[in-house]
């Protein structure tokens, strides 16, 4: 019978370079498997070599096959399952080359990575800025201690990101009139003095308006191999200096008003209007033609004009005025009138107002607006012309009520309340622009056509002279013919372009022409977007009118 060593850590050795564990195969006692290899490597004095998989297969398939010959060679196979490893060292970037990270896989009884070793790697991937030192010698150390295998990784450098600039900014020192409506002076907790906006609303010479922040340069950013990383400085901008301020003698960044007037806001800047201070515009002072603003602590009466090149600010109502304002209207209380005939759409309250009109409420009156149209509470049976949005509700957006009457803008109404339970005609014309930009969309695609046709002509021509015999003739008509394609390629670019402008005009229409009802829509309501007419003939709750998809339809509206 052949003699059988039993498997056990016996049949291991070193390779004679002593970088390999080597298996000896022979007759064993045992089943092999890749398990009981394993299992020797484990109980062995070279657990610290990193084991070989791939050779244990080898092995496994190896004594197998030893197993089934018959006749056995003298010399004995030897199969490496395990090797000594030295440490492995790799350094890797962020995308911008803003970090450096070394990866260490500790040593299989290997040469572990030194710090010499890693900072000639780091040399040669350039690695010359906001490397850590600490980290450095942490990293080496810990990766020399550790167990074989283990792996660390540590952010070894870091560079500095741009910091880019910062724009110049303009601070308001002060309110104006439109922030001022309805929120007067409180004379107790639950009181408030609707008519105390005078003071509160008027600047005196030397007043702070505005304060420039300035613009702040930035510094670039610099990566851990050391490339400069540009930043993007800050924009510089001038205080605007408006009629009546100045800029401080002690603070160049200070605009102050230099009269006694109404704080207005420029683009960058403020201007200071001359204010005139009426206690109520009636019969026995007059009408009001002022060339600035005007500031009426108490009301406009009955009859009574009001012109004023600037703003008009009103502590109690118009009632029944005719009004022109060359800035905004801001009417504390509200804007009061009456049909002059049953019926008709005149009116005997008119506002000609070149800017915002603000007011808590109104009723029978003619208002065209330049900018918006702004009520706190109730809109009611008027007749509005609006450049801007039309605006019916209150700061919670609680209240608001807009009932009768014609309302004409095309850029959208919000209210919360649209009409009423008994079925008031009310009518929203967000039409606009849409007819001129419908007019000019259908010019622009004619004319497109017409150069397209006599692009068109140009090639037939050009084929129908290709037959002719080379002449000086045929030569001028070709160039004629190039030059006649030239243009008509040029021109249908240029249109193509136009057309694209008036198709993103026409999109922006759509997204702004909207009625937004925040809580009830009631029937006997038509808004008109575009070519279409919507009708309520019921009452719905949050509702949104709006064209989507080329179809006007209301929708629930979900704040």
Known sequence: MENK???????????????????????????????????????????????????????VQSFQRLESEKERSAELESIAIADRL??????????????????????????????EQL?????????????????????????????????????????????????????????????RLLRPKKISEDRVDMRNLGELITVKPGSELMRKHPHTEGCSGITVTGEIVKHTPGKDFSLEVGENTEISSTDPNLLTASIAGIPKVLSNGMMVDDVLTIDNVDVGNGHVDY????????????????????????????????????????????????????????????????????????????????????????????????????NVKDDSGMKGTILGGLLCTSKGVNTVTLGASAGTRTTIDLIGEYPKLMENKKQIKAAIAAAEEKLQSVADTQRKIAIFPDSQKKQEISDNLLLTKDHAEKRILELNAQLEDYLTALQAYFDQAKVIAAKELHNDVSVLIGRDVFRSARSYGPTKIQVQEYKLSAEPFLP
């Open 291 to 390: 060339e600035g603003s005007v500031i009426v602590t108490g009301d406009i009466c009955d009859g009574m004009k009001v012109n004023a090149s600037g703003d008009i600010t009103v502590a109690g109502f118009i009632e029944s005025a005719d009004i022109t304002c060359g800035g905004d209207l801001i009417v504390s209380k509200g804007i009061l009138g009456h049909q002059i005939e049953p019926g008709s759409d005149k009116f005997s309250c008119n506002i000609n107002c070149k800017g915002t009109v603000a007011a808590n409420l109104s009723q029978y009156s003619k208002i065209h607006a330049g900018q918006e149209l702004n009520i706190k509470n109730q809109l009611l049976h008027c007749h509005v012309i609006c450049a801007g949005e039309i």
């Open 86 to 115: 030295d440490a492995q060292l790799s350094i890797t970037f962020d995308p911008l080359k803003m970090q450096a990270k070394a990866r260490i896989v500790c040593a299989y009884a290997g040469s572990a990575v030194t710090l």
């Open 119 to 179: 900072k000639q790697e780091m040399d040669e991937l350039e690695i010359n800025t906001g490397i850590s030192e600490k980290t450095l010698h942490l990293l080496v150390n810990k990766s020399a201690q550790a167990k074989p295998g283990t792996v660390y990784q540590a952010t070894i450098a870091k560079g500095k990101q741009p910091v880019n600039g910062t724009d110049a900014t303009f601070e308001r020192l002060v309110e104006t009139p439109r922030e």
């Open 5 to 59: 060593q039993s498997l056990s850590t016996n049949l291991l050795r070193l390779s004679t370079d002593k970088s390999q564990l080597l298996l000896l195969i022979t007759a064993v006692q045992e089943e092999i498997n890749e398990a009981s290899l394993t299992e020797i490597f484990h109980q062995s004095d070279y657990t610290s070599l990193k084991l070989n998989t791939d050779g244990i297969k080898q092995a």
